[in-house]
């Protein structure tokens, strides 16, 4: 399990999220143009000392990180959270080796990248509201994604003796 972000917006989110990865063991990727400065104050402020755990990697471009996940074999399902997905998040089957992606928070991600990606699933939420914020949104749907694919602490992994 990966989670990606496509050049985001706001780094006291960025921070949030990168903080949540390296508390449950969750590789990172970060798609920019970021629009701040990676190195910015505020991203350190709400990643606090955590972002040294994180397992990171920054990609120039989609066109980079496409080509990276491409190169994997077999190549990760990109699952992409969007509002205008078709399955919400608790009904999707997740793989251990996917990679779930979070669009900017100003704008999403272009429809190539959303055209690109193997799944679009969504959060149902009440009619009238526009949106979660993406820390929460991103927390939600991994939280599920691990429920999924790990198995409990502490559960046997061979047959009983």
Not at 22 to 32: D, K
Not at 87 to 114: C, N, Q
Not at 141 to 150: D, H, K, M, W
Request: aromatic share 4%; charged share 15%.
């Amino acid at each position: 399990m990966q989670l990606a972000l496509y050049q985001p917006d706001i780094p006291q989110n960025t921070g949030t999220i990168l903080r949540m990865c390296a508390c449950l063991g969750v590789p990172a990727a970060i798609i920019g143009p970021a629009g701040f400065d990676m190195s910015d104050r505020s991203l350190r402020r709400a990643g606090l000392d955590y972002l040294d755990h994180v397992d990171l990697t920054r990609h120039q471009s989609w066109e980079a990180f496409q080509a990276a996940r491409l190169g994997i074999t077999p190549t990760p399902r990109l699952v992409l959270l969007t509002s205008h997905g078709s399955v919400p998040y608790a009904d999707f089957a997740f793989a251990a080796s996917d990679i779930l992606l979070l669009g900017r928070e100003s704008a999403g991600v272009p429809d190539a990248v959303h055209a690109s990606a193997d799944a679009r699933i969504k959060i149902v939420m009440q009619g009238g509201l526009r949106s979660l914020n993406i820390a929460v949104a991103a927390a939600m749907v991994v939280g599920e994604a691990l429920r999924q694919t790990r198995q409990p602490a502490g559960a046997a992994t061979g047959p009983a003796r």
